[in-house]
């Protein structure tokens, strides 16, 4: 079975800056790695893989859709914004790599670059964080009524 997306692309683009035009070739695989980099870490893999199931069959329950609307979603979305940096930034051809550009934009320089990146995963790392201080570890469950781990 295939990854789940627990974001969407209208996600993305409701949420960011990402602009409406950005192909969803570029978003969907993004999501899906930061997932797998990011995501499956914060989780653990017993809770990631009950949720990627449950997604993947409409069968969340209101706590778990409280906990990826409150918690994941946000975080994930700061990941995916971050790693776009890159993947917006640079294109792959059978010639070469480039950068685009376009007449009523300038590209940023290096140094804002690197704050922008940094900026993006900190405000990820902020709902990580939110994450494990409830108490999000493997195997166990969250209450969105008590707003606690069991």
């Excluded at 893989?49 to 409280?66: C, G, H, P, R, V």
């Excluded at 300038?106 to 922008?116: G, R």
Aim: proline share 3%; no cysteine.
């Amino acid at each position: 079975m295939a990854q789940s997306l627990f974001i969407s692309e209208d996600y993305v683009k409701s949420n960011s800056r990402i602009d409406e035009n950005v192909d969803i070739k570029l978003i969907e695989p993004t999501i899906a790695e930061m997932q797998d980099v990011y995501l499956l870490q914060y989780l653990g893999s017993s809770l990631f893989n009950d949720l990627d199931t449950k997604i993947a069959t409409s069968t969340t329950n209101a706590a778990e859709d409280t906990l990826i609307k409150d918690l994941i979603a946000p975080m994930l979305l700061k990941f995916v914004t971050m790693e776009l940096t890159n993947v917006l930034l640079f294109r792959y051809s059978n010639k070469n790599i480039s950068t685009k550009s376009s007449d009523n934009a300038q590209p940023i320089n290096d140094n804002n670059y690197t704050k922008l990146i940094s900026y993006q995963k900190d405000r990820a790392e902020y709902y990580g964080q939110r994450l494990i201080d409830l108490g999000g570890t493997e195997g166990k469950k969250y209450n969105p009524n008590s707003g606690k781990w069991y």
